[in-house]
């Protein structure tokens, strides 16, 4: 029984381009799970000041650097060999672009795993740690939802995904005051909290990030470059 | 804090969501209902070159095209596109009515160039055919020399009184036609011993030695290699600046690459006309974009 998603790049009359449809989509996904499981990981090993884990976070980005590579070459592959074009061409350009959002999200990672390091080794008591978790759970929610509505195919989602981005830069926001306080407390806190602030930003760049893959989608579906459009046209786009 | 589900939860996830998904219409070509007349995307043009309305074809009690209303633009550069046996040939056929040499072929409709019908039974059909050229899918030169391959036209529409004018029409038909160069020291030579590509282009030159206005190409390239269809394609930029051309072509990268518009075809229907970029990036309708992905045809 065809679903939608199905239906949408698996009916060529080549089955040699289907299948390579197909893996450029699951190399995508299997990419994006393990960037989601670096942040994850990267962020649990700041609050448990767990510096074997940030260090095998840090190894572990050269494979999300490969796949990027990888995934880079596939596309262009396709590109040369089928001259893709509407959806297939969209769906092409879409993952050479988000597959390099994800590298960056797994750089970021990276550089929070650098800081919880850093962090441990000073060992104080943590500041501004609620406000990492906070924000850390609400990107990766997001990052979570934008590479769902990938696998789905599903605009309507991804538009949740870009609300969400606004949000994110609202909190980021009130962290950042909240740590200029601690700061102005004592000035001892300093050095401390700008290391929490640095991975607050990088956790705010991963949100930019999500949005980015979540335009992408609805670039995949409808057709329509939202990416500067406001808030109200990319409603109508995916509503209409 | 690690509570983010990855790869292998979404996998479920989305195996989840299809199963709730309700499968949904098959969307293949074969299963879509075409509406006669209708088109989507931009068929109408202001001051047009040929203003075509309810367009029909009959050979015999077969109808190969449907009520088709089309316009197309000044300078413009339109490819028609489709599978096989979908009319676009048919309907390329009807804009110098090349049908008319085929005895059981009616046309029915609005055909109008410059809002002249046509069809109209006092017109001169060989003034229609000089005013709108066509060039063929398999180069077809006469077995004369290449002078008087180009040379032919002008001289039955009596456009040249003297060998120098003449002259100087065949030499610019084959500059224009980008064959100067190359055959311009064996003019006497005969035509087919030239390569298929510069046959082709002479063919090309034959056209437009009788200063049409409008230039049809039936898959111009498809017996070519991609050196020669590269200078076809390179010339058919440069003559849109002074002419209309219509191409059909089966290379969906050649429409892409040349044309301002594309028209799909299917089964006699006209489906879509659109700006070229579009069609080929975002097309509107559900059997344009099976078509130009690979999906049938």
């Not at chain 2, 309907?91 to 019908?117: A, H, Q």
């Not at chain 2, 009596?158 to 002259?167: C, E, I, T, V, Y």
């Not at chain 2, 429409?255 to 879509?272: C, D, K, N």
């Amino acid at each position: 029984m065809p679903t939608k998603k199905d239906d949408v790049y698996g009916d060529h009359t080549s089955h040699a381009f289907n299948d390579e449809l197909m893996e450029l989509k699951a190399q995508f996904l299997k990419m994006g799970g393990m960037v989601e499981t670096q942040l994850g990981e990267s962020i649990q090993a700041l609050i448990d000041g767990d510096g074997h884990l940030a260090d095998e976070i840090r190894a572990n980005d050269k494979k999300v650097d490969q796949m990027e590579v990888e995934l880079d070459e596939e596309a262009t592959l396709i590109i040369a060999r089928r001259q893709p074009a509407a959806r297939d061409l969209r769906l092409i350009v879409s993952v050479i672009k988000m597959v390099s959002d994800l590298e960056r999200v797994g750089d970021e990672a990276k550089k929070i795993a650098k800081l919880a390091i850093q962090l441990s080794e000073e060992g104080q008591a943590p500041r501004g740690y609620v406000e990492v978790r906070h924000i850390g759970t609400h990107v990766l929610t997001m990052l979570h939802d934008a590479l769902d509505a990938f696998a789905r195919l599903d605009s309507e989602q991804a538009l949740r995904v870009k609300k969400e981005d606004k949000r994110v830069d609202e909190e980021y926001q009130a962290a950042a005051r909240t740590l200029l306080t601690f700061m102005m407390e004592d000035t001892r806190n300093i050095s401390r909290c700008m290391n929490v602030m640095w991975v607050l930003r990088s956790l705010e760049r991963v949100g930019d990030h999500a949005c980015n893959i979540a335009e992408n989608v609805i670039f995949m579906e409808k057709g329509e470059d939202i990416r500067h459009a406001s808030m109200e046209d990319a409603e109508k786009v995916v509503g209409g | 804090m690690n509570t983010m589900n990855t790869t292998a939860t979404r996998d479920v996830a989305v195996e989840e969501q299809e199963q709730k998904t309700q499968p949904v219409e098959d969307p293949r070509p074969e299963q879509a209902e075409l509406e006669e007349g209708k088109t989507v995307g931009v068929p109408y043009v202001d001051d047009p070159k040929f203003r075509l309305r309810d367009v029909e074809v009959f050979y015999g009690e077969s109808r190969a095209i449907k009520k088709i209303s089309l316009d197309i633009a000044k300078n413009e550069v339109i490819a028609f596109i489709g599978p096989s046996g979908c009319g676009k040939s048919t309907f390329l056929r009807c804009l110098n009515r090349m049908n008319d040499s085929i005895d059981i072929c009616s046309v029915k409709g609005s055909l109008e160039l410059d809002g002249d019908d046509i069809y109209n039974s006092k017109r001169d059909v060989v003034e229609l055919r000089a005013r709108v050229g066509m060039v063929f899918q398999k180069p077809n030169p006469f077995p004369k020399s290449i002078y008087d391959n180009v040379a032919y036209g002008p001289r039955i529409h009596g456009l040249a009184n003297r060998k120098s004018d003449l002259d100087e029409i065949v030499e610019n038909s084959l500059r224009k036609a980008g064959l100067w160069d190359e055959v311009k020291d064996r003019l006497d030579a005969t035509a087919t011993g030239m390569s298929g590509g510069q046959q082709q282009r002479l063919c090309i030159a034959r056209a437009i030695a009788v200063s049409p206005e409008v230039v049809l190409m039936d898959e111009p390239c498809s017996a070519l290699d991609p050196i020669a269809t590269a200078k076809v394609e390179e010339l058919i930029a440069e003559l849109s600046e002074s002419y209309t051309i219509v191409i059909v072509t089966h290379s969906m990268q050649q429409a892409a690459r040349v044309s301002h518009r594309t028209a799909y075809f299917h089964l006699g229907h006209l489906v879509e006309v659109n700006d070229t970029n579009k069609v080929f990036t975002s097309p509107e309708h559900e059997m344009t974009e099976s078509y130009i992905t690979g999906r049938f045809g």
